[in-house]
């Protein structure tokens, strides 16, 4: 700075000079209203300096004075244009205004007029890999890298740069180069250059090299803190490279640790080549169910690859475990094998004969039965309720209702207390269409164990369907934090509770509450909003960790993340309601209302609306979500005059997704036909 | 089902469990601290069709300033939906936890706390799991229920894959599958052994 000739309008005399030196300092220790005390005598001096300004709004916009803080910053700005500093500033404040495109341009101004400054560097590249300017990122990175070659987290960045554009070459020789100068060799239990090893060998075989990458692995074996891991490279480059015993090897280690995941079998399966072999296949997960009685993996896969008599000795077996242990998942477990009929045939087959062996348990409470089926050899008392339990599962999903309610209550006659039986009772109701009954039965089963949340929600998820609010609100509120505005509503939006606030969202829309529910799909799409800027704090942060493929994950999920049910459901339920807003604006739907009806009819109609309406409104007017909520039942959102445009805002983020663009279709044929679409609505 | 280690696409998932199940919540950033910083504490079992989360263990590194410098671990949450339970998810979640929490931080220990109207979850950790009770935290809880503070020794878990170099042989398995009547006892039974069986018995 000293070689630069200083701007007069920058000018301060060596006193002010200092104190400004002394304003930067308190601001980055957080000693605001210090820093803004300081910063008065430079301005009593200089009313004009623009960079004391600038650094006076900054200080304000932390304290509480967003709005004047933001004139500041811009008068400081326009005060002395050639600043970085000023810059800086304003992007710092267009970062916390989540304004990232214009933080960006304000920091490759500031970096015009100090091009070597490392700090604008580091925040510019966490702006454009958040926007996801990785050629931008990576020549941000480079520098920084050429500056500041000592810091590991430098090389680590400008890797994790190449690694998301799939250079990997040019990754994997940053990295490289990392290792190959490094002075102090790393410390036994270094966590970071244990994941950093990792990020290379991934690298390698991202790039295809596999054999390279097994290589690389077992060279860093010994020192990689994460056995897992290398356990499971190990295993998938043996197999990709067609080493199949090494590879069984592996995978039968792998399985050895974890029994139960599926993708350890899956490569077991290829190494031995038996995918295609039924009766391969078979034996192998024969011996394996053997040797790991604990796996349900062993013991379910098969049910999907065996067919015909073979299936059903393997379900009657797999099944008959489940109800004599009294397990209640049985059914889940078997549910995604319902696709298959014959399947569906065999299993029915099987439980109605099981529970046939079973009857003289049921009656007299003795476990012992002669029938000459094997199965029953272990069965209880209990292994009655939980087989009838599971056939009213089982005639529920294929569609019986009136069976399976029998069945349910058999379950309920025999343990009164059984809260899975309510449970499974309701859903019966519910399929049925009596949504009502189905709430109040799952309200019995919450009632008998209030400890447990699991059914609460469920209670809670119910009434909704039945359309009422008021026990699904007050239920739900047993669990949550109550102490806010919004009761539990207001902490079920607080902890992001994207099921809670959707389910209620299409309530409020099933009874034309239009702005309640807009308010609800809103607060959806704010919480995946949040979810895409909380990966902000991580690029650096992950970056610092040496957790770079964890980093990469998160980012590439990032990039998926509007695509995923949770917020396509809540965007489908907005655009829906927008489009029906437009179709059919307010005065329409008053006037369709009153069609056809007297004058006094008429009238008396609508002072019963009113009142209904203003009870109403006062009861969820109860429903704030905050304090500084000034709109609890969405009136504003509700009497927008541009539906259309506020459908977009949804439809944006989903507009490039093949399964979503008939909802883009519906939005435009309106957009291109306003004349046509209003006189239908009057007409 | 399935049992695997945690990723950031599993986090939503976890995230809405934790919410169907107990009433200690957490925002994402909270769950996302963790991947980012412990990758590999975390798992989660998934319902057959591989995708809902159905249970899961959040866990980490104690960050506190580490009395006498031992590393610990601790478990954040754990929980397996109603519908899922009484197949030992809860159980086999733990141990995995457990393991990557000794093999890649070096923890020496772990702790973690329990309602101490929490029978289910008692059981589970001190009978099952071979916790010991530490202490218990007075009105730990929001609503101000006691905690059990308890803690599990790590440095005696075995070292699963050196025993299965010792012990494990592969022989019989290429065999049960290359040679379909293998009739190694103990190991395998196939099918003309097992009718056999029914039929004498």
Not at chain 1, 415 to 441: C, F, H, N, W
Request: net charge neutral; glycine share 4%; charged share 30%.
């Amino acid at each position: 700075m000293s070689a630069r000739q200083v701007p007069k309008q920058r000018y301060l005399a060596p006193k002010e000079a200092a104190s400004f030196r002394q304003v930067l300092k308190l601001y980055e220790t957080h000693q605001y209203k210090k820093a803004l005390k300081v910063a008065d005598t430079i301005l009593k001096k200089y009313p004009e300096h623009g960079e004391t300004l600038a650094m006076k709004g900054l200080i304000m916009t932390f304290t509480d004075q967003r709005a004047e803080g933001h004139e500041l910053i811009k008068l400081g700005l326009r005060n002395d244009i050639s600043s970085f500093i000023c810059w800086h500033v304003y992007g710092l404040f267009n970062r916390t205004e989540k304004n990232y495109e214009e933080a960006a341009k304000c920091y490759q101004h500031a970096l015009k007029y100090d091009p070597e400054n490392g700090n604008i560097l580091r925040d510019l590249a966490l702006l454009q890999v958040q926007m996801r300017n990785l050629d931008g990122f990576i020549s941000s990175r480079k520098q920084i890298l050429s500056q500041r070659p000592e810091i590991r987290q430098n090389w680590t960045a400008l890797a994790i740069g190449y690694a998301l554009v799939k250079d990997y070459a040019l990754a994997e020789s940053i990295l490289q180069k990392y290792e190959d100068a490094m002075i102090e060799a790393a410390k036994p239990d270094d966590i970071e250059h244990s994941e950093l090893l990792l990020f290379k060998n991934w690298i390698i075989h991202q790039s295809g090299d596999v054999k390279r990458a097994l290589e690389d692995l077992e060279k860093i074996a010994d020192v990689v803190l994460d056995k897992l891991c290398v356990l499971e490279y190990r295993a998938l480059y043996l197999l990709e490279l067609g080493r199949s015993e090494e590879a069984a090897r592996a995978y039968r280690k792998l399985i050895n640790r974890n029994p139960d995941c599926k993708a350890y079998f899956e490569g077991l399966e290829k190494a031995l080549k038996v995918t295609d072999d039924v009766p391969k296949r078979k034996a192998l997960y024969a011996a394996l169910a053997k040797q790991y009685k604990r796996s349900n993996v062993a013991k379910w896969n098969p049910l999907v690859f065996l067919t015909g008599q073979e299936f059903k000795e393997a379900v009657s077996e797999y099944l008959s475990g489940f109800l004599a242990r009294g397990v209640p998942s049985a059914f889940v477990n078997l549910k995604p094998l319902y696709t298959d009929d014959s399947k569906v045939q065999a299993i029915e087959e099987f439980a109605l004969k099981y529970l046939s062996t079973l009857t003289g348990v049921a009656s007299n409470g003795s476990s012992s039965t002669s029938n000459g089926a094997k199965d029953t050899a272990e069965a209880t008392p209990t292994t009655y309720l939980w087989t009838v339990f599971y056939l009213a599962q089982h005639y529920s999903k294929i569609g019986k209702q009136d069976v399976a309610m029998e069945y349910v209550e058999k379950a309920i006659a025999h343990t009164p207390t059984l809260v899975e039986a309510y449970m499974v009772k309701a859903k019966i109701l519910k399929r049925s269409g009596d949504l009502q009954a189905a709430a109040d039965t799952m309200n019995q089963a919450r009632e008998i164990d209030l400890q447990d949340r699991f059914v609460n929600s469920k209670a809670g998820k119910y009434y909704m369907r039945a359309n009422k609010n008021d026990e699904a609100v007050s239920t739900i509120s047993l669990f949550t934090k109550n102490d806010g505005a919004g009761k539990g509503v207001g902490d079920l939006h607080e902890m992001q509770c994207i099921w809670f606030v959707t389910e209620q969202g299409e309530m409020f829309a099933r009874q034309d509450k239009i702005g309640m529910a807009l308010k609800r799909f809103h607060s959806v799409k704010k919480i995946v909003d949040d979810w895409w800027t909380d990966q902000f704090d991580f690029h650096q942060y992950a970056t610092r960790q040496g957790t770079a493929r964890t980093y990469i994950d998160l980012i590439r999920w990032e990039d998926s993340l509007y695509s995923q049910p949770f917020y396509t459901r809540a965007a489908e339920d907005a655009i829906k309601t927008y489009l029906s807003l437009h179709d059919t604006p307010k005065s329409a739907r008053v006037a369709a209302e009153l069609a056809g009806l007297s004058e006094e009819e008429r009238k008396r109609v609508m002072k019963k609306l009113k009142r209904d309406r203003a009870k109403e409104n006062k009861k969820l007017e109860a429903e704030k979500l905050s304090e500084k909520d000034d709109d609890p039942l969405g009136k504003n959102l509700e009497n927008t005059t541009k539906p259309l445009e506020d459908a977009m805002v949804f439809y944006k983020p989903i507009k490039d997704l093949e399964a979503w663009k008939w909802l883009g279709e519906e939005i435009e044929k309106r957009k291109n036909a306003p004349v046509e679409a209003k006189t239908e609505a009057t007409a | 089902m399935d049992i695997r280690q945690a990723t950031i696409a599993d986090i939503t998932g976890m995230q809405n469990a934790n919410l169907m199940n107990l009433p200690e919540n957490y925002v994402f950033r909270y769950y996302l601290y963790h991947a980012t910083t412990w990758p590999q504490a975390s798992f989660v079992a998934t319902d057959a069709s591989g995708t809902k989360i159905v249970g899961y263990v959040l866990a980490k590194l104690e960050e506190e300033e580490q009395k006498d410098g031992v590393p610990h671990g601790h478990v954040t949450s754990l929980s397996v939906m109603r519908t899922y339970r009484r197949m030992g998810l809860a159980g086999k979640l733990m141990e995995l936890a457990l393991r990557s929490l000794y093999e890649c931080y070096g923890a020496k220990f772990v702790s973690l706390h329990v309602r101490k109207s929490n029978r289910a979850a008692l059981h589970l950790y001190r009978d099952t799991l071979k916790f010991d009770v530490k202490e218990i935290s007075k009105a730990y809880y929001g609503d101000g229920e006691d905690a059990y503070a308890m803690q599990k020794d790590l440095e005696t878990l075995d070292d699963l894959d050196a025993l299965f170099e010792a012990t494990s042989d592969d022989d019989f398995l290429i065999e049960a599958v290359q040679n379909l009547n293998l009739t190694e006892s103990g190991k395998l039974v196939t099918e003309t052994e097992s009718e056999a069986k029914t039929e004498t018995a």
